[in-house]
């Protein structure tokens, strides 16, 4: 799969089409996140044909309109729960969009969810999925120096790996994260604050990953 041109594919849509997802498409998609909540420890679950969610004031004052699908993220409460949901929300998003699905990360926007949340986890983010009535927009990005530090002279992966980052979707376009190379050490961390940055991290973290072929020193 090749991950760069998927993501620069890739824009946030918040208006759908009333198409319905094909059933092939569906059972990729639940078989991803059932797939991904094993390697991760997380509980996603995928809904389809379920509108209530989005029928809510929150979602028209988010400009919502015809969001039938989602992806819902729960998952144990923890420090690093947030930053799971991003990045392993994110894979679920590239393949959504390699088969033709938009997507849209959702914090406070939406109503009430069908997730179920088992004691002692929690809902963190919701993402809508469908056909959009456009592809979205790209978002500007800041400058490469600015969301990178590289002692020496910067490696072609990694720069291909921040081209993926700097694509990555972030609460209001906020981008607060540094990616760091050292020339032994890999990585990443929130810079600056904001909402739902440990998500955005995630997020680009995986982005950044698919694109470079190179992971994060834990």
């Not at 930053?83 to 392993?88: Q, S, T």
């Amino acid at each position: 799969m090749d991950y760069l041109s998927i993501m620069k594919q890739r824009h946030s849509v918040r208006q759908y089409k009333d198409d319905p997802i094909p059933e092939e498409i569906r059972k990729s998609l639940t078989e991803e996140v059932e797939k991904q909540n094993k390697e991760s420890g997380l509980h996603m679950q995928i809904f389809f044909d379920e509108p209530k969610c989005f029928d809510s004031l929150m979602s028209h004052y988010g400009k919502f309109s015809g969001v039938k699908n989602y992806l819902a993220i729960v998952g144990k409460k923890g420090s690093d729960l947030e930053e799971k949901a991003g990045y392993y929300g994110e894979k679920i998003v590239l393949l959504a969009q390699s088969q033709g699905i938009n997507s849209c990360w959702v914090g406070l926007t939406h109503g009430k969810s069908k997730a179920v949340i088992e004691k002692g986890e929690k809902l963190v983010i919701i993402i809508a999925l469908g056909y959009g009535k456009t592809q979205g927009a790209a978002h500007k990005s800041k400058p490469m120096e600015k969301l990178s530090s590289v002692k020496g002279d910067m490696p072609d992966w990694f720069k291909t790996g921040m081209e993926g980052a700097m694509l990555a979707p972030t609460a209001v376009n906020q981008q607060k994260f540094l990616i760091s190379y050292n020339s032994s050490k890999l990585t990443a961390k929130v810079n600056g604050t904001g909402f739902f940055s440990k998500v955005d991290l995630g997020i680009v973290k995986c982005d950044f990953e698919l694109a470079s072929g190179h992971t994060f020193d834990k």
